[in-house]
């Protein structure tokens, strides 16, 4: 139960900050229902709104910055990236030839505000998608320092670079993490397709948008405090009165609608364990079983047991432009800027052992896995979304299934191994994905 209710301010305010009992932090929407009443029925991607638009996109070098920058391509945007340089040899952003459809790129590295600051004062966005990131757990225990560096004070420069230069921005979504709750070693909502738990122990539930912030290694918390960075700056300077306050609600009727706001838009998406061609990262599973393919060496798993949200990285990537569309269009945007979970489908939260038996069967048994014996830091031995309200509310869902995505993943790069345009490749898939 809360303690202690640290509301943003009046009554219409659109979220309120609670700490927990134990002292984890959430931050939830004050509305029952709050963006409840704006989508009917499923959403499509819309290609006349993306079509010419000015997009500002940190991280595009990485693996989920590649492919969104690819679809936003396809989509006719204009984009602009901000990375140093791709984080992998190979890389996703040089086989996909990512540059050559980029309208401009910089190499800027996030921490850098200055630089920031003047990519957004130059290239007048209209759209905000900051991907940037340090995305590994064990480099967080080596580098903790760099790590809050790049994930809490990067996203300090992003949204500080929007309050000092808005221009034409018009929506802004900060990508966290699924690992920014606080997660503890039981719950009590199984998750559909996830065994039970023993007798006498709480079974493990999904998490919500509502639940306690936290996390017990460095990238987990940095992606906490990147939640509560956000939320600051939205109802510190990214709403109606400039200080977080209305007297609204959001119908529009002036009894307790936030009125209308002009200025840039704020909101969070939270999506974690994605997948898909093209992945070489460091400690990343299918980077690991790709590598292991290749070479006919054996995978090490730390900790085959362990469950994660699995889903392919076109499944949130669909969720970031359903929401910097809503944030831009929508008669009630006010109500869209907060926190969102964007998740696999029920019953595709399924063990590392699971996944690393379904990619065997799929490469023809061209895959063997060990137990690594080395010593490894300890790691939540359950965690998965409920994306429920996004579902409801943004007329969003996971598109493909987890059966669906491992499949995909084998074909894209039994591709590259056969030397294929993967430029084409890659966007035959997200035409798959999109239905065209």
């Not at 014996?373 to 965690?383: K, M, R």
């Amino acid at each position: 139960m809360p303690r202690i209710s640290a509301q943003g301010g009046g009554a219409g305010a659109a979220e309120e900050v609670v700490v927990m009992d134990g002292g984890g932090v959430a931050i939830r929407p004050r509305y029952p229902g709050a963006a409840s009443g704006y989508a009917t029925g499923r959403m499509p991607i819309d290609p006349d709104f993306w079509a010419g638009r000015r997009v500002l996109l940190t991280g595009h070098t990485g693996f989920k910055g590649a492919w969104l920058s690819l679809w936003l391509q396809a989509l006719g945007a204009r984009v602009v990236g901000l990375a140093p340089g791709p984080p992998t040899q190979p890389s996703l952003y040089e086989l996909a030839g990512i540059a050559a459809g980029m309208e401009h790129e910089r190499a800027v590295d996030v921490r850098d505000a200055e630089a920031v600051r003047e990519a957004l004062r130059e290239v007048r966005p209209e759209v905000v998608l900051h991907l940037a990131a340090q995305p590994m757990v064990r480099r967080s225990l080596r580098d903790p320092a760099l790590t809050y560096a790049v994930n809490v004070l990067g996203t300090v420069n992003v949204l500080e670079a929007v309050r000092l230069e808005p221009g034409d921005v018009r929506a802004v979504v900060v990508v966290t993490s699924d690992k920014c709750y606080e997660n503890p070693s039981s719950g009590s909502t199984p998750a559909q397709g996830v065994p039970p738990a023993q007798p006498g122990l709480a079974a493990p539930r999904r998490f919500v948008e509502g639940d306690p912030l936290g996390g017990s290694d460095p990238y987990s918390s940095s992606k906490a405090c990147a939640e509560l960075v956000t939320a600051s700056y939205r109802r510190s300077f990214f709403s109606p009165d400039g200080n977080g306050n209305s007297n609204s609600n959001g119908d529009g009727d002036g009894n307790g609608d936030p009125p209308e706001w002009a200025g840039p838009r704020i909101a969070s998406a939270r999506a974690g364990n994605v997948i898909g061609g093209g992945d070489w990262g460091e400690d990343r599973l299918i980077g690991d079983i790709v590598r292991a393919v290749g070479t006919g060496e054996t995978v090490k798993l730390r900790n085959p047991d362990a469950v994660r949200p699995w889903q392919h990285v076109l499944n949130p990537l669909s969720g970031y432009l359903l929401l910097a569309q809503e944030l831009c269009a929508s008669p009630r945007a006010a109500r869209v800027a907060q926190a969102w979970n964007f998740g696999p489908r029920d019953g595709d939260a399924r063990t590392v052992g699971w996944i690393v038996a379904r990619l065997a069967e799929l490469w023809g048994g061209a895959l063997r896995w060990e137990l690594d014996s080395a010593e490894n830091p300890p790691e939540a031995s359950y965690l998965a979304l409920d994306s429920g309200k996004a579902e409801r509310e943004l007329g969003w869902r996971a598109e493909w299934d987890l059966g669906e995505a491992l499949e995909r993943i084998v074909r894209w790069h039994e591709a590259e191994r056969r030397g294929e345009d993967m430029r084409a490749a890659s966007l035959a898939q997200i035409e798959l994905f999109a239905g065209g």
